[in-house]
């Protein structure tokens, strides 16, 4: 009687396993189609969990979100904007983190921007590499005076 109950237990706890597997892939997939993407830090904590996971189909849902595109860039925000522009990249999601890389830098978080070096001089609002600048000293006044504002 004990080999019988010990070869009728692998099958049914493969059958508990797969219906476990079916609730927690659905669970994933609600998750990543309904969180809200406003908070960067949340967004990045659930992308790190499904990829660390493995679970392929929630992990597309919510890239298909494009959260780099949704996600709250308030000047608090920096640390989970950081953390999700690394969760992207290590998902393979480079467009997506272009995308949030690019947002980043115009709301002035532009360290976070992976291509600095290519603005040596700043990043103007459109993205474009601002001019060098320079400045000159104040020309003499013609009559003598000294330059510079008068009292």
């Known amino acids: 009687m004990q080999a019988a109950a010990s070869t009728l237990d692998a099958p049914r706890e493969t059958c508990i396993r797969a219906g476990?597997?079916?609730?927690?892939?659905?669970?994933?997939?609600?998750?990543?189609?309904?969180?809200?993407?406003?908070?960067?830090?949340?967004?990045?904590?659930?992308?790190?969990?499904?990829?660390?996971?493995?679970?392929?189909?929630?992990?597309?849902?919510?890239?298909a979100r494009n959260p780099g595109a949704r996600v709250s860039l308030g000047a608090n925000q920096q640390r989970g904007v950081a953390r999700l522009l690394t969760a992207l990249r290590t998902a393979g999601a480079g467009q997506t983190a272009r995308t949030l890389a690019g947002r980043a830098a115009n709301a002035g978080m532009f360290e976070l921007t992976?291509?600095?070096?290519?603005?040596?001089?700043?990043?103007?609002?459109?993205?474009a590499a601002a001019p060098p600048w320079r400045w000159a000293e104040p020309l003499p006044h013609p009559d003598g005076a000294p330059a510079g504002p008068s009292s």
Not at 26 to 32: E, H, K, P, Q, V
Not at 114 to 127: C, I, K, L, T, V
């Open 20 to 63: 476990a597997h079916e609730a927690v892939t659905s669970l994933a997939t609600r998750a990543a189609e309904g969180v809200s993407l406003e908070d960067p830090q949340g967004a990045a904590q659930l992308l790190e969990e499904l990829h660390a996971a493995g679970a392929g189909d929630a992990l597309r849902a919510l890239l």
């Open 114 to 127: 992976e291509d600095q070096a290519n603005y040596p001089f700043g990043r103007e609002p459109d993205g």
